[in-house]
């Protein structure tokens, strides 16, 4: 293993030096071999479970990591906070894998920082687990993600809504460059520091802007809108609840970041909401592409601190923010017309979508099961009677729209599997394995819902337990932060 430590070079500014504190007892409870390949982690080590704990709970520094807890500012619900910054995590430094990508290796739940704020730096065994399991199903199901290497159990008690056994992540992310990252910098003016992040961002994900771009700060605004609206997008082509779009927790990799309050929707409703500190309804399901133009709004007022009086690039910025629910809506469409089959958009699949989507919230019909049900229709006739019932004339007007299509039923059934997935991570399924874990200690049900989670789009015996929905638990459903 071979550590860099980038970020570090930028400067004191950037970050906290800050020691991971020792934990009691740790323990190995979870760990991505494929991850771990990955990165070029010694097959010696990974043998090790024992030496595994001990680096990946803190206790041991791995040689060449660099400990930091990084700075960053950020909106919470609306709300400026000119400081906020990893209270409880620490970044060890970056890992290339084979391809020479760099990748953050950062431990969570590790001990108090600068940035605490008089919190106690640790992770409840539940949030660990989830973050683990959240983020193995995102990139399995195909969705932009940061990844979880190791959760180790402390031997420690953590006190959020009750006591729970304390746990350490370790997470694997492309950066952890937040757009609260240059808020941090522009609320306080400080402009060095601000072009020092804009360039490193640049030369991290976006080396190409070097070379074809006129005017740097507008297009790495375009950049990240576009991998943002892929990222969105892609949440709601699986049912998605982000939970907590603060700006602090949108990453300009366009990788889901932080699965605190996350959660799945079962039946469909734009305005579902599970996060329990979302009040207002701020992050709910339809609300996500709202406030991710919300939020690219803030990125490019954070840069706009670097160009004071040039007019035109307050031009081409608002451009940018103006356009983007247009560039959303084209992406919208699309994504949707895949899980429809309808392989060329025309005049009339729009409203065909809206109409698909009103049926669906009326009926309270099951997300994922709905739009499962429609790809195996078209070669299941007894599928085909039961949602031909649910969807009633909508359903008679999808299929006389993609009988106008020269693709075969089969082709076409094949073509919509890669964007309807078979099995979700559905919460009731979610929390009976973190409960599991919490009791026991042990990994045996989440290695079980691992194992099916990473297939999603295919249909075993094994899978058929963890495609019951319930609609019931989800009614009165709440997820927390963990913090």
Request: glycine share 8%; with cysteine; net charge negative.
């Amino acid at each position: 293993m071979k550590f860099s430590n980038t970020y570090v070079g930028l400067g004191e500014r950037f970050y906290d030096k800050s020691q991971p504190t020792a934990v009691r007892s740790p323990k190995l409870l979870l760990w991505n071999t494929r991850l771990a390949n990955q990165l070029n982690i010694p097959q010696e080590l990974q043998q090790d479970a024992e030496s595994l704990a001990q680096y990946f709970s803190g206790n041991q520094l791995l040689a060449g990591a660099e400990p930091i807890a990084t700075a960053y500012a950020g909106h919470q619900f609306g709300s400026f906070n000119p400081q906020l910054g990893d209270g409880r995590a620490h970044l060890l430094g970056e890992l290339l894998d084979d391809d020479g990508k760099r990748w953050d290796l950062q431990l969570k739940g590790s001990g108090v920082s600068a940035y605490s704020r008089a919190g106690d730096g640790r992770c409840a065994i539940g949030p660990a687990v989830r973050e683990f399991i959240m983020s193995e199903s995102m990139k399995a199901l195909g969705v932009p993600t940061t990844e979880c290497l190791a959760v180790v159990t402390t031997g420690e008690t953590v006190y959020r809504q009750q006591a729970s056994p304390g746990a350490v992540v370790t997470r694997v992310a492309s950066s952890h460059i937040r757009v609260g990252s240059f808020q941090f910098f522009a609320s306080k003016g400080d402009v060095e520091s601000l072009t020092a992040l804009r360039d490193y961002a640049i030369a991290r994900h976006f080396p190409e802007i070097k070379q074809q771009a006129a005017n740097h700060s507008v297009a790495l605004v375009d950049k990240v809108i576009e991998k943002q609206i892929q990222l969105v997008v892609a949440w709601m082509r699986v049912g998605f609840i982000h939970g907590v779009m603060n700006t602090d927790n949108t990453a300009i990799s366009g990788d889901t970041i932080d699965y605190g309050p996350c959660a799945m929707m079962g039946a469909y409703d734009p305005q579902t909401v599970y996060s329990s500190i979302d009040r207002n309804g701020r992050y709910a399901f339809g609300n996500q592409p709202n406030i991710v133009n919300w939020n690219m709004a803030r990125f490019a007022e954070s840069l706009l601190v670097l160009h004071p009086e040039d007019k035109e690039v307050l031009a081409q910025m608002q451009g940018l923010i103006t356009d983007f629910p247009e560039r959303f809506q084209q992406a919208y469409s699309r994504m949707m017309a895949d899980k429809l089959g309808l392989q060329n958009l025309q005049q009339g699949d729009d409203a065909l979508i809206a109409l698909f989507l009103a049926r669906m919230a009326e009926l309270k019909l099951d997300y994922t099961k709905t739009f499962d049900s429609l790809t195996k229709s078209l070669t299941d006739t007894k599928v085909q009677a039961t949602i031909a019932a649910d969807l009633g004339p909508c359903y008679q007007q999808w299929q006389q729209r993609v009988a106008t299509q020269t693709t075969s039923a089969q082709e076409l059934q094949a073509a919509m599997r890669k964007s309807n997935p078979v099995v979700i991570p559905r919460n009731h399924h979610v929390e009976a394995v973190l409960a599991a874990c919490e009791e026991s200690g042990e990994a045996t049900t989440a290695l079980d819902f691992l194992a099916v989670l990473r297939h999603p789009y295919e249909e075993t015996e094994q899978s058929a337990h963890y495609q019951s929905d319930d609609s019931g638990f989800d009614q009165g459903y709440q997820t927390f932060c963990g913090t």
